[in-house]
């Protein structure tokens, strides 16, 4: 009995860490996917997802747009991962809404921050108009769908006898971004400011969009 729970206590302690460092994202969406095999494909994606990351932050040939661009593509994959594991997970019925919101607004913040990412290098130029249809229709597809699932779970969450959530209301927020985002998207690129000035012969200011 003691080995037995020494070896759980271990695997508990290490389940949601990735790199050494437990993984809020991971340990979110992971307590819902409670399938072996499907939380093992979720902790990949997500751990690809972080690599990815680290290399783009790191570094020293991509321009700032073509790194807003590839981070939004990696938090994009991951996404799409996490909620076809997630909604597969969810529909056993072993997890109560305020889990499930939870899993739900960490996907959405990620998202949403891979919106804003890819508008950035969009109008630093780094992308094609068939590149931004393609990003914008998938993530309408994770919108449309996550916007209707925060419904059902509202109503969850109410039979659970809780009326207000933060994560509920956070992730009301992350939705509204990314369709900040999407709107954005669907508008004319944005032209980086460009400032320059003569300071060698004390020429006046000039500002350029």
């Given amino acids: ?29 992971g307590i819902v996917v409670k399938d072996k095999l499907l ?16 290399n783009i932050e790191s570094s020293t040939t991509m321009t700032d747009g ?5 981070a939004a593509e990696a938090r994009l994959a991951f996404a799409r991962d996490a909620t076809r594991l997630f909604k597969t997970s969810r529909s056993e019925g072993k997890s109560t809404a305020k889990t ?22 969009r109008n630093a130029g780094e992308t094609t108009a068939a590149e931004d249809t393609a990003f914008a229709n998938a993530v309408k597809a994770l919108h449309t769908s996550y ?15 809780q009326f207000y959530n933060v994560n509920m209301e956070q992730t009301r927020k992350y939705l509204d971004e ?17 400032v320059s000035a003569d300071s060698s012969s004390g020429g006046s200011l000039d500002i350029t969009v």
């Fill in 147 to 161: 916007k209707g699932l925060v419904l059902t779970l509202k109503g969850l969450l109410r039979n659970e006898g």
């Fill in 100 to 121: 499930q919101i939870n899993a739900v607004s960490a996907i959405v913040k990620d998202l949403s921050t891979a919106v804003s990412e890819y508008n950035a290098a």
């Fill in 1 to 29: 009995m003691t080995t037995l729970l020494s070896l759980n206590s271990f695997q508990a302690k290490y389940k949601y860490k990735i790199a050494g460092e437990t993984d809020l994202v991971l340990s979110r969406v």
């Fill in 178 to 194: 990314i369709q900040a985002g999407l709107d954005a998207l669907d508008a004319p690129p944005v032209a980086p400011l460009t």
């Fill in 39 to 54: 939380f093992s494909t979720l902790k990949n994606s997500r751990t690809r997802e972080i690599v990815a990351l680290n």
């Fill in 66 to 70: 073509q790194k807003d661009k590839a």
